[in-house]
């Protein structure tokens, strides 16, 4: 691990000179989450060599926070990338989360294949996904989570000792902003989950695959587009009653 983070800190400065990715961060196509929603952002890459490691620290700025709740690349659990595995030195993965990105701090991810044979790692293609990351937004107003300083590596070793290339990111989508507002199930946005809420989740009720009127998107709480009885069920858990 020492030596890991050694060549972690070192950039390579084109090792692998004609090794070319691009980096990308993607998630739900909104631009108003609620306090307490649990969303999904996805780690993209474009790469034209195999890649067997990579690197990146994920950032929230902005008035609202986001703490990351989940990682997909759990050895345990293959996330599509099945030789993939993922060490973080700060937090580690076994206890690092929840993680904070805006009180913590960044959150560095590193991912890769341990053993690699030789030739070994994901194919070279367009849009891959590296891992996907559930996030839960917290407070009121902007939230911006930032992909940042990407590397990756085509082997986990170089004689001249370098690991990592410095890769880039797709200036477009190395970030994604989003604005948070109230809580989750808190339709008349004032501050609780009580009967009142439950009166205008009722009215929007109308069973799954029914798309829920433009008025009754807050009461569509797993954002699947309908309000049925998987949205009641996430409004039960949140009933707090008035405050
Ligand atoms: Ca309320
Ligand atoms: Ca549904
Ligand atoms: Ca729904
Ligand atoms: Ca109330």
Redesign the pocket.
């Known amino acids: 691990m020492a030596i890991f983070l050694a060549s972690c800190a070192a950039l390579a400065s084109g090792a692998f000179g004609e090794f070319v990715a691009t980096f990308s961060i993607v998630g739900p196509d909104v631009e108003v989450v609620r306090s307490g929603e649990r969303f999904v952002l996805e780690v993209r890459a474009d790469f034209n060599a195999p890649l067997v490691a990579c690197s990146f620290n994920l950032c929230a700025m902005g008035e609202a926070g986001a703490v990351l709740v989940r990682r997909s690349a759990d050895p345990q659990e293959p996330n599509g990338l099945t030789y993939i595995s993922c060490i973080s030195q700060e937090p580690t993965f076994e206890d690092g989360l929840p993680w904070d990105l805006a009180a913590q701090g960044p959150l560095q991810e590193v991912l890769m294949d341990m053993e690699p044979a030789d030739g070994d790692g994901i194919s070279p293609a367009d849009d891959v996904l590296i891992e996907a990351v559930e996030v839960v937004a917290y407070g009121q107003g902007g939230l911006t989570i930032v992909l940042d300083e990407p590397q990756a590596a085509t082997t986990l070793g170089a004689p001249d000792g370098t690991m990592f290339d410095v890769v880039t990111v797709d200036p477009a989508a190395s970030s994604i902003t989003f604005q948070v507002r109230g ?1 989750l199930g ?9 009967l ?2 439950f009166a205008l989740f009722q009215a929007c009720f109308t069973g799954p695959q029914v798309s829920a009127p433009e008025q009754c998107q807050s009461a569509d709480l797993d954002r699947d587009g309908d309000v049925d009885v998987m949205d009641f069920w996430i409004f039960a858990a949140r009933f707090t009653g008035p405050s």
Not at 186 to 194: A, E, I, K, S, Y
Request: hydrophobic fraction near 35%.
């Open positions: 809580i808190d339709l008349d946005d004032d501050g609780d989950v009580d009142l809420d």
